[in-house]
């Protein structure tokens, strides 16, 4: 039976009128060789899940680690080749049947999320920083996360050797998510994309080989508030829907601004009722707000990052932002710019709060991880000054700091897993005291990090908020710049804070050691050293790049 003929009995059975004779049933077409870095990843995340079915466990971690680093690495190199030949320029277009824009703003976050997950994974595959169990090396992750904490089969699997080598290929899964996040050109495929990237996330918050109750509590509040700003985001479609007739950004767009020629006569009721486009951009908005972690929707932030293993949080707190606010600056600069006078005042308030919000809190925090995280939701509220600007150099402005900022933030959780105590990763702030003398190389790694989130000049970071503002003042928003100075002036307070306490105060007798790491560790922070100093001292390249890639297809 021929192809048409079992698209007409199908049409027929459901009650729609069967195609014309001889007209053809049209097969979509799909770039695939656009589609490369995203094809890549979700390949190797697949054969990382049968690797867990049929690879010896003594040869699991081994083969993972080396499959997911080949992975990202060869999507990396696709999206240069894609950048090379001209798709973030001139062969910009929308592929995969409107569903993904291939272009600079896509093909700048994918490669960033790209380099920061390849850095990110070196930390969860380290396995020297816990002493040996049985005799066996251990990683950060639980022995086996079905089992209760404390019970006999937990004990069961540490003493047999048990490691989670799942978490590799949920990385994966999680990456291509993010990747295909910011490129999403309609509706359906950024929640997809959202949902994909969010479900690994959850699980793998959950399963700390130390602190696993905590862990498992981070995750379940992840769970619950994520699923809740996707209910949000689910319900700003189906709104958008009915106001447009349309998931397509372009078609979205068009009906907004009025340059829309063909009404469909059953959507010709809704479509263009203003209350429909602005609870639905409302909705649509407050999800992707909850993921960069703007206030007020951050209250998940401190509790995940804190609960959560710390290569896992690293990789959470770099790439998930990346891909937030590269989606966020796609809906605002391609669906809603005939909306800027609605939202803009809105971001503005949203921009400020998270900035002094951010720095105030953070100035009370005894612990180090959830002092970092809400210096992440003060970083929000910078990028978000720049998203504001609604000008070219906004959108490079905004690429440059994602850039900037995940590698500083990977550096600096990958540090944070270096400083140990009899329990494990020591993260209260008091047992950082003196830390200078104890390991003056770990101390003045972590200084530099710390300088770059306060942008001390010279720092990655100091280049980054001054792009920011820059293109923000621009474009009109300066009072935005005079809140994020004072801000940034709050926050240097405690960064300085730690770097006083690290080195001029005196050790203590009991405090904790510094592990020594293998070289996985030592190159992810010495990555993070290295652009932090190299997009510091000399910008400009990057900062080209960037606005060469500031451009959205339509």
Known sequence: ?????????????????????????????????????????????????????????????????????????????????????????????????????????????????????????????????????????????????????????????????????EVFPLVLFSVAGMLVFPAANDLLTLFVALEVFSLPLYLLCAVARRKRLMSQEAAVKYFLLGAFSSAFLLFGIALLYGYAGSVSYARIAQVIDGSVTRVDPALADTMGNDALLLIGGAMILTGLLFKVGAVPFHMWTPDVYQGAPTPVTGFMAAATKVAAFGALLRLLYVVLPGLAWDWRPVMWGVAIVTMLGGAVVAITQTDIKRLLAYSSIAHAGFILAGVIATTPDGISSVLFYLGAYSFVTVGAFAVVTLVRDAGGEATHLSKWAGLGRRSPLVAAVFAVFLLAFAGIPLTSGFSGKFAVFKAAADGGASGLVVVGVISSAIAAFFYIRVIVLMFFSEPKADGPTVAVPSPLTMTTIAVGVAVTLVLGLAPQYFLDLASQAGVFVR
Not at 109 to 115: C, E, S
């Open 1 to 165: 039976m021929s192809a048409t003929a079992v698209h007409n009995l199908w049409t027929t059975a459901g009650g729609v009128t069967t195609a014309a004779p001889g007209e053809k049933f049209e097969a979509p077409v799909i770039e695939y060789t656009q589609l490369m870095p995203v094809l890549i990843v979700i390949g190797v995340a697949v054969l990382g899940v049968l690797v867990e079915a049929f690879v010896p466990r003594r040869a699991r971690h081994y083969t993972q680690v080396f499959l997911t680093v080949v992975a990202l690495a060869a999507a990396f190199a696709a999206v240069v080749g894609l950048a090379a030949g001209g798709y973030a320029t001139t062969k910009a277009h929308i592929a995969a049947m409107g569903a993904i824009a291939i272009d600079g703003p896509t093909l700048f976050l994918q490669g960033t999320i790209l380099l920061t997950s390849l850095v990110a994974v070196f930390t969860f595959a380290e396995r020297r920083l816990d002493p040996a169990a049985h005799g066996n090396r251990v990683d950060s992750f639980a022995a086996q996360a079905a089992s209760v904490p404390g019970s006999d089969s937990e004990k069961a699997a540490v003493k047999a050797g048990f490691t989670t080598t």
